[in-house]
């Protein structure tokens, strides 16, 4: 098993030998390695048994490292930086050779994001690299937003999970580049598309695209807990699967079952995010067969919820 501390010294050490340390954001945690050691990116890939074509994003610890790492910055890209760092935003840009191809699956675009964790924000500080991290879960299944949840999973392949407590905002950040003209968000997350308009105005969403996905995020069956999942109106549901067999997923609800999870009594979207894949997780451990889930309403962070729950459910 991992061990789990607050050991900033010792997950630098781990770093600079090659070795990968799960690490805390304010969004997932990401399991982390030097981003220009291909060495330790092949370990990333082979610990998350992730597909070599899906290319991981690099961690900074300011917006002023990003043009060491990026080519060109399309003005409303920096624009959205400076505005949102650190924080759940990705952006994409043009790589410099520095990059390493293993990094960026072979594309000329890599992924940069500022996290907004103290403890991430102090060791990526003390480090004279960028760290690639994707979320610290198995390829395709929900992101970790707990020490304990990446224990549970990657716990006899890493040595050290530095321990940031529960992620704040639960779901992984908003990806967003520059394409046709157009600032475009190719992953609904953590940072909302109202937020982000407020700043650049209108953009274009592409996260819904299934065909040759910018981003596996993107693809259709991603982020999936190992229960099937069915949305709809949770009374109607429960005529397919009654009760006791099923658990129940609701925003608000309370439908007193033993099986159920709400995941904000108040109706309070950013308490429901943070909850949502600690929510989908206590269902696989839960002896039932199917959750019986409702959409969120299609609002400020209810956008990237309802986008997670229909990709868990394949939709
Ligand atoms: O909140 C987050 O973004 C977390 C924390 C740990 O920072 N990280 C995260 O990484 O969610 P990951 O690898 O699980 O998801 C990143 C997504 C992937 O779907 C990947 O395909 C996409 O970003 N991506 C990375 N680089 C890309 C690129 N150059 N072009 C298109 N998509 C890219
Ligand atoms: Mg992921």
Known sequence: MAEIGTDIQRAKH???????????????????????????VTK??????????????????????????????????????????????????????????????GLDTVGIRCPDHPLTRELLASLDFPLAAPSANPFGYVSPTS??????????????????????VGIESTIVGFENGMTTVYRMGGLSIEKIERVVGKVDVQSHSTSNPKAPGQLKSHYAPGKKILIGKIEELLQQYPAHCAGILTF?????????????????????AQNLFTALRTFDKMPIDAILTEFVPEVGLGRAINDRLRRAAAL
Do not use: M
């Open 44 to 105: 990333i890939f082979k610990v998350k048994e992730r597909p070599s074509f899906d290319p991981l994003i690099i961690h900074v610890p300011d917006l002023a490292s990003v043009d060491e790492y990026a080519e060109e910055v399309p003005e409303p890209v920096r624009i959205l930086a400076k505005h949102f760092w650190p924080g759940p935003l990705t952006i994409l840009v043009k790589k410099k050779s520095i990059v390493p191809e293993l990094v960026t699956s």
């Open 147 to 168: 020490p304990q949840h990446v224990q549970d999973q990657l716990g006899n392949k890493i040595q050290y999970i530095l321990d940031g407590g529960t992620c704040r």
């Open 252 to 272: 608000q609800n309370d439908f007193n079952s033993p099986f159920q999870f709400i995941l904000s009594p108040s109706g309070n979207l950013e308490e429901a």
């Open 14 to 40: 781990l770093l600079h030998q090659g070795e990968l340390v799960a690490v805390p954001t304010e969004t997932v945690y990401g399991l982390a390695g030097n981003a220009l050691n291909p060495e330790a």
